[in-house]
Every structure is written in structure tokens, then in C-alpha cells.
């Protein structure tokens, strides 16, 4: 938008220097523009077709074209202006090459001198007749339309029961476009109806993986759901893409992938607390959490494999799929997710093919967070604002503290989850950042801890600063 | 079962005994398989959690620490009860559970050149505590304008069109404005729609460009409110129809003077932003039949909350 502002400014800064050196003949100039929308398959014309062209924050021009695929309008005063063309079954002009940032620019500006007028209409459309710089313009365009391929499908579930309200993505390897970690890149969105039903239109010609995504409906058998790749895969290495050619139409019906896991089951001890001796109402939630994997920028979301409240002091997780997972445990005084944090637990778990049973977890009342900053040389030490926070199916965690002169800080009230850290100078003046964090003995700067932190382990951290008048 | 049975055995204090029932289609009087059956509030979401088979029974073993608990069920084709359906009988005797089965109303939309309007917001909307609300599923048109809005319980309806505005999707013509079937402004006793359980109700129409009214006015920038941040443009965006707006218009540089035609009927804010995005005016303006004029929108004023304009 900013960008496409800026450029309108530009071009209508043009006009006015255009109009003021051309006299005052030419401020009442109009122009006419005529033109032929045909197919880009097979060069015949498109009758029927609707075109509109009109300046920013103006009233726009309609036209349709007639048994030939022509199109006029005539009185158009000078300007920049977009055009948009479309028929049923194509894309429009502007969507031919890059669905993601529409053009379309016409520009009827004399630029000065017998100077032609310039037309640029995605390189789909070109301007062919070109005025002297006396008489009112005239141009004459070609618009090539290309058809567009349709996806359709149903996404069921076992037993044939249509998955409703599930997105289904439709992926493709594009050069130049932030692809995910599988090297495709998201190109559509469609939701399926009641029925399982889902249509993905508009697609370029090219090569389509169709994804059924395993969320959906708030109450469905997900956690044995899995996403599944058209026909019936786990990832896009063991799918089959659908080659569409321009204007095809394919069917792509997904059955969703199940599979079921272990379970990983144990006993939960709850520590003696004031709170409880107080008789206040303990609520305990159990969370089986693998992080995303590290030094993916932007970091995926977590694995969340389950959540669950233990009954009786028994806890199960089911349909667990192998990985190395970080089981987390919050009690909190209260019935909700906002009650105080009392004690909490965190225990690594290794998942493969087996039923994991007999786990412990031990609940340990909260603490606190310690460390210490040190300074890069030539940075004064100042007091920092240190931030960690963190988010998960047990809430959102954030602990802040000013760490005194001498770099100590103690972080509280933090909960379980994985925690990023950050360092702030107190002044807006001063620009610090974070250049080391460990705990105990392993790097956590980039991919962050985990709370609660084992007993005696501490953050160790290291900022650097803007060294004013050095080098820079 | 296993999973559960592990629960069971490593437990000596918890014991199991099954619920059972059957689940019916409220119309029919069929049984219904392949609904979801789940144990809501004994755990979180979806721990136990089974599927009705081909005759509709089920059979759930639920740990004693989930009596008394609550039983929901769902099954597409029929409506979702977002409260859950029963509660568990202490004493093990079988359940009866009726599911209501959806009416779903369908159709294709078009303009009045012929072509589908694609990517309109269509809504059944019905009178509750005095406000127009939704019902069923919100449902966007396809590329034929085809439009599906299901999930509906028995009741009456509007069926509300909004075609697609700002970035949206492409705006073909502004004055195709939010509309009622079978293409009036208003819902009244006209356009209402009885629609019973399980009806499947085809109803395909011709949306009609209305010209609406023109809201015209000043925008004022006072000294020292950081004209440079200021981008001049002037939104308008309805009260009443979600996702639904007008604009920009461009304020004039000198005068202030802007114009934003097409628009119809009801409650709209206008809004003008600085550079990145962050609101620095509005107003509230009710539209009727005539034009209105005179809107003065000052930038960085918090008087700009109240109301302004004709009835």
C-alpha cells in the first residue's frame, strides 16, 4: 500500500509537470482507448468480457467487448489509470503472473514533447498505436487472458464421514517465494463445506500439492488425525503432485491418514502446600511439548502432543508419535488458567514405537530464576531490563526484572514453557543486545530454556553495545 | 483400549464401567452412526472419546473420577450442540440422544451483467434480542458463485449478500452494495425465509447495483499534529456488515474536502491514518436516503468519537 502510494505520487507529480509545460490547450486533452481481449492459449477472441479502467479515488469506466473480443472508451482525461479485464473461467489480466501484488497501470500521460503515450499493463497487455502530441490520444491495447485450472475434492475421514471446515492447502515449489522447510510455498486457502467438499480456483498453470490439514472442528478425533498430502501422504517427498495444464479442471479426493501412537503414562506427586493447607482449590495441567526445531527462522509453533488434567494422581498421554518431547506440569491455585502458579515440573521423555508407563513426575513449588549479566568490553555496565517469555497450551509466561549494577537479576513468576530471553537499557539512548545466554552448561540464546530450571543452574549472559564514536 | 486399560489395571482406586446408548436422527427417528461421542469436563477436550457405530449404539468405558460428568455429541450433516447433550447416569443405564438433523441453503450468486460475484460474504441472519445475527455457517462465494451456508437450525431468515470490498478481493463495481435476497436493503417481512430441519433450500439470485448516497466532508489537520505523518486518505467502513467498507478517498491537499460515493444504508465510521497504519480520526456517521454532507473529521481531536451527520 505504501509503496504503491508512493509510486501514485510519483506519477501524479508527472502529470502536473506534463500539463503545466504543455500549455493550456492540452490541460482539456482526452484520450481514447480501444482494444481486443483474446484467449493467450489460442489467440481467439473473447466476447463478453468486461473491462474497467479508472484513476485512483475516481469513478471508474465500464465496458464489455462485443462478437470480436473490442472494447472502447472514449473521454478519458488524462491520467494514470488501472485496468482490470476478466471473463468467466480466466484470470484477470493483473493475476497472470503474480497472484500476490496486482498491476495493471495505464498510463495516458504525455510525458512532454511528441513523446508517446506509455502503457504498461503487466506485460499482458501492450499498447501497439501510439498519437502525435496535437491531437487527442488514442491508444489501442492486446489483452491476453489466460484460463485458469480449478482443484476440486472431498476430505474424509475413516468411515467415509466427510471432514468438514478443514483447510486444505494448496502448495507448489515457486522460485523466489519464502518456501516452508519442505521447499513448498502455500499459493491458496480453501476450507471444505459441510460436506468435505473444497474448490481451488484461480491456480496458474503448474505443479499443485493438495494438503487436508489435520485441524479442524472443535471436537474430532484430532489427535489421531494427521495431515495428509494428497492422495494419502505424510509429506510432500511421498506425494503426488497434480499437474494442471491452463484452464483444466482435476479432482484431488483426500481420506485423512491416521495413526494412532503410544501412550505415555505415570503418576503425578503433588508436594504439601500452603495453599493446599489453606484449602484452596488446586488445579493441575499436564502438558507432553516437543519445541520447534532449532535454527528455523521464523520458528515454526511447538509440537503440543497433548493436554490433559491427571485424574486421582494418574496421568495418560495417548496417540504420542515418536520424538524426544518435554513433559510440563502446572498447578495452579483455582479452577482456571489464572489462578497463581504453585508448583510446577519439568522431565524430558523419550517416545519410540512402546507404551511408556510408570513415569514419575514430581511437582516442586515454584522458584525463581537466577543469573548474571556481563558486559562486552568497552560496554558500561548499566542496570538492563531482562525479559523471558514464553507461550504454550498452559499460558503465557513472562518475567521481567532490572538487574542491578553489578548484572545479578532473579527472574519470577515464570510457568512451564520454553522461554526466549531479551536485554533492554533502561534509556532509549543506549542500544544493548544480547549476544550469549547459557544455563548451567548449555547454550540457550538462541532456541531459548525451558522452566522451571534444574536446582543450582543459573543464566549466564553476555550483551554487547553501540559503542558511540567508534568506527561507526 | 489399551491406552485406557493401562489406566484401569495401573490404578487400584479407579475402577470402569461402561455408558451405553444410542443416538437417533431427531427427524427420522434413524439411528446415526459415526457420530462423535465425548466425555466433556473429564478431562480436557477430547480424552475419551468414541464413535457411534452403524446401528448408532456406543459404548464408552469412563473412569469413576468422570461420573457425573457431561456427554456431547456431534456428527456432520447435523447440528452442533455446543452444549454438551447429557449428563453420565450414575447407575450404567443406556442413553437415548437425538441429533437435529441441519437445513443448509445453497445457491449461486451473480451481478447484473451475468457474471458470478465471487468471494461475497453470505450469511442466513435472524432476529435475536433485537439485533440481526448469524446463524449456520459464514460461507465466502466460489469462483461460479456458488455459496453454501450450512449448520442452520429450523427458523426464520434473512440471507444477507456482501459482496467482497477492499483488499480483499478486486471490487468490480462499488454500487453492488451488502444486500438482502432476493436484492433489498432491507430485511423485513418480505424476504424473510422459513426454513425447517433438514430442509435443503436452493436459492440462486441476481444482485442489483444500488447508487447509494454520497458522504462528503472536511478534514482538518490542526497545526502541530504532525501534518507529515498525516496520509490524507479517508476510509469508511460499516457497522452492520463485517469485512465491509468503502475508500480511500484522498482529502484534498489544501481544502481538506474529500467525497466517498456508493454508499448504502446504516451505521459507518470513518477513519483517517497516519503513516504505518495508526488511526488518528474518526467519526460515526448514520446514512439514510440523502446524501450527507458536511463530515468533519479533525485529526488528533477526541471530540472525533461522537456522531455526526443527517438521519
Redesign the interface.
Known amino acids: 500500500m505504501?509503496r504503491f502510494?508512493r509510486f501514485f505520487a510519483v506519477l501524479l507529480l508527472l502529470l502536473v509537470f506534463a500539463v503545466r509545460t504543455r500549455g493550456q490547450d492540452q490541460a482539456a486533452a482526452t484520450a481514447t482507448l480501444e482494444g481486443a481481449i483474446v484467449n493467450d492459449i489460442d489467440g481467439s477472441p473473447i466476447p463478453g468480457a468486461?473491462v474497467?479502467t479508472g484513476r485512483?479515488?475516481a469513478?471508474?469506466f465500464?465496458a464489455?467487448t462485443d462478437d470480436k473480443g473490442h472494447f472502447v472508451f472514449t473521454g478519458l482525461s488524462l491520467g494514470v489509470y488501472r485496468l482490470?479485464a476478466?471473463a468467466?473461467g480466466f484470470l484477470?489480466n493483473y493475476e497472470a503472473r503474480d497472484q500476490r501484488s496486482?498491476r495493471g497501470l495505464l498510463y495516458l500521460v504525455p510525458s512532454g514533447g511528441d513523446a508517446p503515450v506509455t502503457a504498461d499493463i503487466d506485460g499482458v497487455g501492450t499498447l501497439t498505436k501510439s498519437p502525435g502530441a496535437h491531437e487527442a490520444l488514442h491508444a489501442t491495447l492486446a489483452i491476453r487472458l489466460t484460463p485458469?485450472a480449478?482443484i476440486t475434492g472431498k476430505v474424509t475421514e475413516a468411515?467415509g464421514?466427510?471432514r468438514?471446515?478443514c483447510e486444505v492447502a494448496i502448495r507448489a515449489r515457486q522460485a523466489g517465494s519464502a518456501a516452508e522447510a519442505d521447499g513448498l510455498t502455500t499459493v491458496k486457502r480453501v476450507f471444505t463445506?459441510?460436506?468435505?467438499e473444497y474448490?481451488a480456483?484461480?491456480l496458474l498453470p503448474g505443479a499443485y500439492y493438495v494438503v487436508a490439514d489435520k485441524h479442524g472442528?472443535?471436537?474430532?478425533?484430532?489427535?489421531v488425525l494427521r495431515t495428509t498430502y494428497y492422495p494419502s501422504a505424510l509429506d510432500a517427498a511421498s506425494a503426488r503432485p497434480i499437474q494442471l495444464a491452463a484452464g483444466q479442471q482435476v479432482r484431488a479426493d483426500i481420506r485423512m491418514l491416521v495413526e494412532r501412537g503410544v501412550?505415555v503414562?505415570g503418576t503425578i506427586a503433588t508436594p504439601a502446600s500452603d495453599a493446599a493447607a489453606a484449602g484452596q482449590t488446586l488445579s493441575t495441567?499436564m502438558l507432553l511439548y516437543q519445541p520447534a526445531p532449532a535454527g528455523k527462522m521464523p520458528r515454526p509453533p511447538a509440537t503440543v502432543a497433548d493436554?490433559?488434567?491427571p485424574?486421582?494422581?494418574?496421568f495418560?498421554f495417548?496417540n504420542v508419535m515418536p520424538g524426544e518431547y518435554t513433559l510440563m506440569a502446572l498447578m495452579r491455585a483455582g479452577d482456571d488458567s489464572k489462578g497463581t502458579p504453585v508448583s510446577a515440573a519439568l522431565q524430558r521423555v523419550a517416545v519410540d514405537e512402546d507404551?511408556v508407563?510408570g513415569l514419575q513426575v514430581a511437582l516442586e513449588p515454584v522458584r525463581d530464576v537466577t543469573g548474571t549479566v556481563t558486559f562486552a568490553p568497552g560496554c558500561a555496565a548499566v542496570p538492563l531490563r531482562v525479559t523471558a517469555h514464553g507461550s504454550n497450551s498452559l499460558g503465557v509466561s513472562r518475567g521481567e526484572t532490572i538487574a542491578s549494577a553489578s548484572g545479578d537479576f532473579v527472574l519470577s513468576g515464570l510457568t512451564p514453557s520454553r522461554h526466549g530471553l531479551e536485554v533492554q537499557a533502561q534509556s532509549p539512548d543506549l542500544a544493548y543486545w544480547l549476544t550469549a545466554a547459557r544455563l548451567g552448561d548449555r547454550d540457550v540464546h538462541r532456541d531459548g530454556f525451558d522452566y522451571p530450571v534444574p536446582a543450582g543452574e543459573t543464566l549466564q549472559l553476555t550483551v554487547d553495545c553501540t559503542k558511540t564514536g567508534a568506527g561507526r | 483400549m489399551k491406552p485406557l486399560l493401562l489406566l484401569i489395571l495401573g490404578c487400584a482406586t479407579l475402577s470402569a464401567q461402561p455408558v451405553e446408548g444410542c443416538i437417533f436422527d431427531s427427524v427420522t427417528g434413524a439411528p446415526v452412526a459415526g457420530a462423535y461421542v465425548a466425555i466433556h469436563g473429564a478431562t480436557f477436550n477430547d480424552r475419551i472419546l468414541r464413535r457411534s457405530d452403524t446401528t448408532g449404539h456406543f459404548r464408552i468405558e469412563v473412569p469413576d473420577a468422570a461420573r457425573g460428568k457431561l456427554i456431547a455429541v456431534s456428527r456432520p450433516g447435523y447440528l452442533i450442540a455446543h452444549e454438551p447433550v447429557a449428563s453420565l447416569p450414575a447407575d450404567g443405564s443406556p442413553l437415548r440422544i437425538e441429533l437435529t438433523p441441519e437445513a443448509v441453503i445453497s445457491g449461486t450468486l451473480e451481478d447484473e451483467d451475468g457474471f458470478a460475484v465471487e468471494a461475497a460474504l453470505v450469511e442466513a441472519l435472524h432476529w435475536e434480542n433485537g439485533k440481526l445475527t448469524r446463524a449456520g455457517t459464514a460461507t465466502r462465494s466460489n469462483d461460479l458463485g456458488g455459496y453454501r451456508i450450512a449448520e442452520l437450525p429450523a427458523g426464520r431468515y434473512y440471507l444477507r449478500v456482501a459482496p467482497p470490498s477492499g483488499s480483499l478481493s478486486p471490487v468490480w463495481d462499488r454500487r453492488y452494495v451488502p444486500q438482502f435476497y432476493p436484492g433489498l436493503l432491507e430485511a423485513n417481512d418480505d424476504n424473510v425465509l422459513g426454513i425447517e430441519a433438514d430442509q435443503q433450500r436452493t436459492l440462486s439470485f441476481r444482485l442489483r447495483k444500488y447508487e447509494g448516497v454520497t458522504i462528503s466532508g472536511q478534514l482538518i489537520v490542526p497545526p502541530g499534529a504532525g501534518a507529515a505523518d498525516v496520509t490524507r486518505f479517508v476510509y469508511a467502513r460499516s457497522v452492520d456488515v463485517p469485512d465491509f467498507g468503502a475508500g480511500p478517498a484522498l482529502a484534498d491537499a489544501k481544502t481538506g474536502h474529500f467525497t466517498i460515493t456508493h454508499i448504502p444504508p446504516g451505521t459507518w465510521v470513518l477513519t483517517s491514518n497516519a503513516r504505518g497504519g495508526r488511526v488518528v480520526a474518526r467519526q460515526t456517521v448514520q446514512v439514510g436516503t440523502a446524501d450527507v454532507t458536511g463530515v468533519v473529521l479533525t485529526i488528533g481531536d477526541p471530540a472525533n468519537q461522537g456522531e455526526a451527520g443527517q438521519h
Do not use: L, N
Request: net charge positive; aromatic share 10%.
Open positions: 505504501h502510494s468486461r474497467k485512483q479515488f469513478e471508474p465500464y464489455r482490470v476478466e468467466p484477470r496486482p485458469y480449478v468411515h464421514v466427510p468438514a471446515h463445506d459441510d460436506c468435505g474448490r480456483a484461480r472442528q472443535w471436537m474430532t478425533t484430532r489427535r501412550s503414562s495441567h493436554f490433559i488434567e485424574i486421582d494422581g494418574r495418560e495417548r507404551d508407563d
